[in-house]
DNA sequence: CTCCTTGGTAAGTGCCACTATCCAAGCACC
DNA sequence: GGTGCTTGGATAGTGGCACTTACCAAGGAG
């Protein structure tokens, strides 16, 4: 197909798939003649995947062009690569003061993965930048003056464990190793904000579960 | 104190306090005369609710505005003031078009409220823009040729469901009205970077226990 | 009285995801 | 074989947003 016929079935405009052309999000079409090239499924797919992480996923372009190039890293093993590709995904900037709160926090969460047993967390997770904003989020709610029981954050760990497990599962059903790939980083980028979503509308009706509409 | 000071124990420069007091996200301070304003302990906990938000929970400004208009608005009861709070909070953008993909994850969305009995949902949570989010990631998944089991959906709310009681049992503990809507903006705020963050080491982590580091 | 600081205002900056405009080279139809 | 529309590609511009800089008049301190 061409251009245009990738854009319409896309539904990204033809403007916009040149800029990610540009931006080496997609990947150039078989060049025809001077004015032709053709693309075929896969860029559609990839191209869905790339609007899928910046519109639902909210990942900056160049944060895109970074995941993608792990996704197709075929060198890297499976953990490797998955982390590679979740690593790139952004989250909370780096605090740029080191206080108290974040060094308690830094304790804190110390302690929960010890609690949970996360042993490969000690070699890998510490430097991983989840670990980090993890911190930085138990840093803000310290310094809030939030002061909440460390089991809380015990159980919330538990029931994430049990949502990556989830995910994992439904990454095996998928044979070749590059749908897992891709598969494990959309679960990380589609799955989130699904259970961000679940999680408020649960907020909701439990909310109205327990005090009604007073 | 005044804004020197404010400044300095909120770690938030000068120039960007007075952009926030323009935007009417804080309060003005008690005007000594005409070169000097008061700020109180109030000022600094409303700045670092509002760094927050914006930092850690990347809501945008005027969005900030609107979720304290909430929040401050005493004649609202607490399940409403609580979701006109977390309705205020942004997600997933509206879709440009209406295809069947959307219409099909809507009725799927759908099932799974009568699956859970979230019977409030139906009156209530259809028109919340977390349904809505929720609608538009199922359906990205969906065009992206994904075909999970519908009971997968089911597990990730039951768990967030879990994670809900959670934050309400959290938001409980706080014995003022006031504070309790502010623990439960915080909740959703700063707990889904925090949930966030879990899921995805727990990711790493059971990738980890699963494949090693092949 | 002089100089520094304060709070307040208006205009500017940097980033980022696009988007509008051009352009030369086909291709399609007469 | 011409003519006009379409194509891919490049460059520059746009709009939104979260600040930031520059400036100002009015205090207050020494």
Redesign the pocket.
Known sequence: M?????SERSGV????I?????EGLLA??R?????????DEDHLRRLRLV?AM??VGR?????VREVLGHVDDDSLGRTIRLGAALWALPQVPEPDTEDEYLQAARREVDRLLETLGWSNARALITISPAYRSLVVAVATFRRLGYDWDAGLLVSYARLMHQAAALDLDFVETHPSEAEKVEAAVLGAILVEPMLQSLHRLAQEEESARRYGFE
Chains 1, 2 share one sequence.
């Open positions: 061409r251009l245009a016929e990738l405009s033809i403007a916009t040149k800029y990610y052309l540009r150039p079409g060049q025809v003649n001077a004015t032709t090239a053709e693309y609007r910046i519109q990942v900056p372009v160049a944060t």
